[in-house]
């Protein structure tokens, strides 16, 4: 079974810039889609960004243009770098994987495996 770290997280002022990592063990990341998902306090989770294992790529709209999430096999590690924050980017990110050809970001209940999380607070 595939065990999930985040790191990264951190306190930033608006405009800012950072890059989560999640890094993998007991399998290889290229075989999963990734995904990184957010919860922001008061809300529910959310899906940020995933990357499938043939390397296509899907953004919320919020993330779009703003967020990369990216793969290194040769690290089995996920990043999301996160660019331009904003006050409301303000959450604990989660780092999630499921090994299925069918993966998006609409729904927590499709990822099986999760890491611990990694808080991000940008400030105004």
């Known amino acids: 079974q595939i065990q999930l770290l985040e790191s990264g997280g951190d306190s930033v002022q608006g405009g800012g810039s950072l890059r989560l990592s999640c890094a993998a063990s007991?399998?290889?990341?290229?075989?999963?889609?990734m995904a990184w998902f957010r919860h922001p306090p008061g809300k529910e989770r959310e899906g940020v960004a995933r990357i499938h294992s043939d390397g296509s790529t899907v953004y919320s709209a919020s993330a779009l243009r703003r967020f990369t999430i990216s793969r290194d096999n040769t690290k089995n590690t996920v990043y999301l770098e996160m660019n331009n924050l904003k006050p409301e980017d303000s959450a604990m990110y989660y780092c999630?994987?499921?090994?299925?050809?069918?993966?998006?970001?609409?729904?927590?209940?499709?990822?099986?495996?999760w890491g611990k999380g990694t808080q991000v607070i940008v400030s105004s």
């Open positions: 999630a994987a499921v090994r299925s050809a069918f993966c998006g970001l609409g729904s927590a209940l499709g990822y099986p495996d």
């Open positions: 007991g399998a290889v990341v290229s075989n999963y889609c």
